[in-house]
Structures are given as structure tokens and as C-alpha cells.
């Protein structure tokens, strides 16, 4: 497995992304992007708080599978809300990760981060986001296409706090004919294709020319985390 990582701020002032990777106790392999809310005081430390709750919390579960990824979850949105109140403010994160044990990938999301599994430059699974876009689309209350974009980055979900509007997107997959798996912030998806990004890492074996055209093009932060099954 190797494993390659890329974070900037883009055109913002501060990069209030975070890339968590690390080992569980049980020797599984830890993948995360949280992503602060824009418009949101302290983005970055309510990133960082979200990241260490739920690596903390999954560190010692005795099994990794959707209800703890939850438990871990709402362990992260107390502390965003004990940070909040503290500090008289409003924060939170949108989250999306990976935990590899052995052969199964266990994703879940909370809010916009994606996480794709492709094979030979496929999708065989995506994420679907949670955001109002995603809302309207399902409910058919889309009148007009020109209507979209005023709803593209509300997201309906998000480690803020609120306990009704943080929980997960959740999809256990056998690693059987993946050989890729990717998670990026909205600052990643909203200014390349997936097709670009499995271009770069298959042509070039390398993320410059990715950075480069989110440094021309991101007017946001961005991260992605790259792991190529050997």
C-alpha cells in the first residue's frame, strides 16, 4: 500500500483542512480529511478536535464497524460543542474517512468530503455528499438548472455540535479488484474530475501537476489523501 498526501490553502488565508493517517492499536490502518466550515471561526482547531476524537475513540474499540464509527463520531461532536460554548462561538468540520482492516475498507462521511474506490481508472464506489444540492436532487425540487448553484456548498450535515445533523454516510467494502482509494475536501472535487486525478496518479505517478492546478484554480483549501494498492 503506498499512501500519498497533498494540502494547501488555496486562496484562502489559513488552511483550515487537516489529513489524519495513522495505526490503530489493532494494527488497522487510519485515513481522514476533516475539513473546517467555511465562514466558521477557528476552522483549523475544530478540524483538529474532530480528527483526534474520532481517531482517539476508534483507537480503542474493540471492533471497527458502523455503530462505533458513530459512537466515535458524536464523541467528536460533544467536543465541538464544549469548544463552542467555551469559546462563545460557532465551528465544525466536515469529515470523510477510511479505516483498512486487512481485505475491507469501512468509509464514512459526514457532510462533503469525498471518498472514491476505482479500479483500472473506474469508480466503483463514490460517496454521496450531504448537502442541500444532494437533498433537492433526491426530493425532485429542482425547478430550474440554473438554480444550482446558489445550493452547491450548503452542506446538511456536519460535526458542528448539533447532534440531529452529524451522522454518518456509512459503506463496508471488500478491497477485492480496487486498486485505488481516494479522499479529498471540497477544494479537491470542485476544481478537478476524478478522471484528472487517476490521470495524474497513473501518467506522472505523482501529485506536482494536481498541485499546480489547485494552485491556478482552488479558491479554497484543499487535501487529498492517495493510496495505491500494490
Known sequence: MEVKQLTGTGQRESNQDLIYVDKLESGASFFLI?????????????AKIVSENIFTFLNYAEVINEKNIQ????????AIKQFNNKNNIKSGATVGGVVIIENVAHVFWVGDVMVYLTNKNKSLFQTKSHTLI????????????????????????????KRSQSYIG?????????????????????????????????????????????????????????????
Open 34 to 46: 476533516a475539513d473546517g466550515m467555511g465562514g466558521y471561526e477557528k476552522g483549523d482547531e475544530a
Open 71 to 78: 459512537k466515535a463520531v458524536q464523541k467528536a461532536n460533544l
Open 134 to 161: 444532494n437533498s433537492l436532487f433526491e426530493s425532485q425540487n429542482i425547478k430550474e438548472e440554473k438554480s444550482l448553484d446558489r445550493y452547491k456548498h450548503i452542506v446538511t450535515r456536519s460535526i458542528s455540535g
Open 170 to 230: 456509512y459503506k463496508s467494502i471488500e478491497l477485492i479488484n480496487i486498486d485505488s482509494l481516494i479522499i479529498c475536501s471540497d477544494g479537491v472535487h470542485n476544481v478537478v474530475s476524478l478522471e484528472q486525478i487517476l490521470w495524474t496518479k497513473n501518467v506522472k505517478n505523482n501529485l506536482i501537476d494536481l498541485e499546480n492546478n489547485f494552485l491556478r484554480e482552488s479558491a479554497d483549501n484543499y487535501s487529498i489523501i492517495l493510496i495505491n494498492f500494490l
